[in-house]
């Protein structure tokens, strides 16, 4: 499929998808049921190897098929947008959606209104995760259901831009191209840094550079995939982490960057208080068990706050954060994560990218 027809459309929908014939369908339907539909569905095929691009043909989609790609997710969003903006006006709109994701039906509609505002260079969304895959599904949805609250407490202000779906405005991306290899990192030319391992983070911080702000609204949900296991999560944050960290050291510090870091630095301080009550549990072990009526009351607070930012997730989430200890296990788990990520970033260790093949929706 060619991307040039010689009229400008008014949301573009681009979904890059590698062998998501699966879980396709869930994500092009969500998209024909919304309340204020796109003009135009873009399905960016990249080195498929099943049913991807009969899938996308038949539920209605145009195709993208990537040429020589070697850069994943940026590299195939790089060759359709490098024809694309050169089609649309700046007043044009392209949404960026992964092919595992279910958008809410007002999803395009909320996000527009929300570009109305000029200060504003790009809308994200909130998302949550998938049903199933048991234990560590119900971990990562509580996790998610946490990060959805935060930023509504924010009022919406959004630290990263979820590559699960992101609606861009034209003249914005086509500002990021340009500033790449001066005011911004990256090739030259290019909307997305195909040197950034988190494709997500990176272009959030290329956008907040350029002077523009990012908002996730409530109402700009989105249903995304869990990892269904522990080696499939493993490798996801460590990606996660890994980039996060890398992307600031391409930045630098600056008043984009501070809050970012000061995040970063947080987790490290959290991650030293949680090693430091284990190995002081441990080695008080021996002289009994007594309960201090302080650090009991601090305790329960703390229960406390893990069930209430659970709560819209019903009473299954409430009474698995109610246990605790359970939770307790899976942040160390996040922890063990991050210690990796900052290990493998200062010997530069190669990170790779993992791909999950979702189950039919």
Same mark, same amino acid.
């Given at each position: 499929?060619?991307?040039?027809?010689?009229?400008?459309? !008014?949301?573009?929908?681009?979904?890059?998808?590698?062998? *998501?014939?699966?879980?396709?369908?869930?994500?092009?339907?969500?998209?024909?049921? !919304?309340?204020?539909?796109?003009?135009?569905?873009?399905?960016?095929?990249?080195?498929?190897?099943?049913?991807?691009? =009969? &899938? +996308?043909?038949?539920?209605?989609? *145009?195709?993208?098929?990537?040429?020589?790609?070697?850069?994943?997710?940026?590299?195939?969003?790089?060759?359709?947008?490098?024809?694309?903006? *050169?089609?649309?006006?700046?007043? =044009?709109?392209?949404?960026?959606?992964?092919?595992?994701?279910?958008?809410?039906?007002?999803?395009?509609?909320? +996000?527009?209104?929300?570009?109305?505002?000029?200060?504003?260079?790009?809308?994200?969304?909130?998302?949550?995760?998938?049903?199933?895959?048991?234990? $560590?599904?119900?971990?990562?949805?509580?996790?998610?259901?946490?990060?959805?609250? =935060?930023?509504?407490?924010?009022?919406?202000?959004?630290?990263?831009?979820?590559?699960?779906?992101?609606?861009?405005?034209?003249?914005?991306?086509?500002?990021? +191209?340009?500033?790449?290899?001066?005011?911004?990192?990256?090739?030259?030319?290019?909307?997305?840094?195909?040197?950034?391992?988190?494709?997500?983070?990176?272009?959030?911080?290329?956008?907040?550079?350029?002077?523009?702000?990012?908002? %996730?609204?409530? =109402?700009?949900?989105?249903?995304?995939?869990?990892?269904?296991? /522990?080696?499939?999560?493993?490798?996801?944050?460590?990606?996660?982490?890994?980039?996060?960290? *890398?992307?600031?050291?391409?930045?630098?510090?600056?008043?984009?960057?501070?809050?970012?870091?000061?995040? !970063?630095?947080?987790?490290?301080?959290?991650? $030293?208080?949680?090693?430091?009550?284990?190995?002081?549990?441990?080695?008080?072990?021996?002289?009994?068990?007594?309960?201090?009526?302080? /650090?009991?009351?601090?305790?329960?607070?703390?229960?406390?706050?893990?069930?209430?930012?659970?709560?819209?997730?019903?009473?299954?989430?409430?009474?698995?954060?109610?246990?605790?200890?359970?939770?307790?296990?899976?942040?160390?788990?996040?922890?063990?994560?991050?210690?990796? %990520?900052?290990?493998?970033? $200062?010997? !530069?260790?190669?990170?790779? /990218?993992?791909?999950? &093949?979702?189950? +039919?929706?």
């Amino acid at each position: 499929m060619e991307l040039g027809t010689g009229s400008h459309a !008014q949301v573009v929908v681009l979904v890059p998808a590698h062998n *998501e014939e699966a879980a396709l369908p869930a994500a092009l339907d969500s998209l024909w049921q !919304q309340t204020r539909r796109p003009d135009r569905v873009v399905v960016v095929a990249d080195n498929c190897t099943d049913g991807t691009v =009969d &899938v +996308a043909r038949a539920a209605g989609a *145009e195709v993208f098929e990537t040429v020589g790609n070697v850069d994943k997710k940026a590299g195939g969003l790089n060759q359709a947008l490098s024809i694309l903006l *050169e089609l649309l006006a700046p007043d =044009d709109r392209v949404l960026v959606m992964d092919a595992d994701g279910v958008l809410a039906p007002q999803f395009v509609e909320t +996000a527009l209104r929300e570009l109305d505002d000029e200060s504003v260079g790009a809308v994200g969304g909130v998302f949550w995760g998938e049903s199933g895959h048991g234990l $560590i599904g119900e971990l990562q949805r509580n996790e998610y259901a946490r990060y959805a609250r =935060d930023i509504d407490r924010k009022r919406g202000r959004a630290m990263v831009l979820t590559g699960t779906a992101t609606l861009h405005r034209v003249d914005v991306l086509s500002g990021v +191209a340009a500033a790449r290899g001066s005011r911004l990192p990256g090739p030259a030319g290019l909307v997305y840094d195909t040197t950034a391992l988190t494709e997500d983070n990176e272009i959030t911080l290329a956008i907040k550079s350029l002077g523009y702000r990012c908002v %996730s609204p409530a =109402d700009c949900w989105v249903v995304t995939e869990v990892m269904p296991t /522990w080696r499939d999560l493993w490798r996801q944050r460590l990606r996660w982490q890994r980039g996060a960290i *890398e992307n600031l050291r391409a930045y630098g510090l600056n008043r984009v960057t501070l809050p970012y870091a000061v995040q !970063q630095a947080g987790m490290g301080v959290g991650v $030293i208080a949680m090693w430091c009550f284990v190995l002081l549990t441990i080695l008080t072990a021996g002289n009994g068990l007594h309960v201090q009526p302080l /650090w009991l009351a601090v305790g329960l607070v703390f229960v406390a706050e893990r069930v209430v930012t659970v709560r819209r997730r019903g009473t299954r989430a409430m009474v698995l954060a109610a246990v605790m200890v359970v939770e307790w296990a899976y942040d160390l788990f996040l922890q063990i994560v991050l210690l990796r %990520s900052v290990w493998d970033s $200062i010997r !530069q260790a190669e990170a790779r /990218w993992h791909h999950v &093949v979702s189950p +039919a929706s």
